[in-house]
C-alpha cells in the first residue's frame, strides 16, 4: 500500500527552525514534493526534489531558508526550514509522483495527512 506519512512539525517562535520529514512506503517515487496550506488560502508549492537528489526546486517565498533532501536507502524526504517566518505557518503536506516533471508542474497524485507547523512572532 502506498504511504506517506510526514511529521516533525510544531510550535516555534519567529526565526527558529524546524526539520521536517516525509517517509513513503509501498513505492520508491522519481519526485517527492512539499506543499502547504494556510487557513482560507489555497495550497501552494514549497519545494520538490528528483530522484537523485540533485535536482531542486524551490518556491520564490522560501528559497535561502528552506533546503530539500532525501535518503532513498530510508525511502525519506526532508525539509530543513530556518528563519520561520509568521507567514510560514501552516499545514505541510509531502506528496509523490512517479512521472516527469518533478517540479512545482509535477503531477503530484499521492499525499500524506499533513503535519502542522506554528510560528509565533
Known amino acids: 500500500q502506498v504511504q506517506l506519512v510526514e511529521s516533525g512539525g510544531g510550535l516555534v517562535q519567529a526565526g527558529g527552525s524546524l526539520r521536517l520529514s516525509c517517509a513513503a512506503s509501498?513505492?520508491?517515487?522519481?519526485?517527492i514534493g512539499w506543499f502547504r496550506q494556510a487557513p482560507g488560502k489555497d495550497r501552494e508549492f514549497v519545494a520538490a526534489?528528483?530522484?537523485?537528489?540533485?535536482?531542486?526546486y524551490y518556491a520564490d517565498s522560501v528559497k535561502g531558508r528552506f533546503t530539500i533532501s532525501r535518503d532513498n536507502a530510508k525511502n525519506t524526504v526532508y525539509l530543513q526550514i530556518t528563519t520561520l517566518k509568521p507567514e510560514d505557518t501552516a499545514v505541510y503536506y509531502c506528496?509523490?509522483?512517479?512521472?516527469?516533471?518533478?517540479?512545482?508542474?509535477?503531477?503530484?497524485?499521492?499525499w500524506g495527512q499533513g503535519t502542522q507547523v506554528t510560528v509565533s512572532s
Open positions: 506528496a509523490g509522483t512517479s512521472t516527469l516533471p518533478v517540479d512545482r508542474f509535477g503531477r503530484y497524485e499521492n
Open positions: 509501498g513505492r520508491t517515487f522519481i519526485g
Open positions: 526534489i528528483g530522484y537523485s537528489g540533485a535536482r531542486t
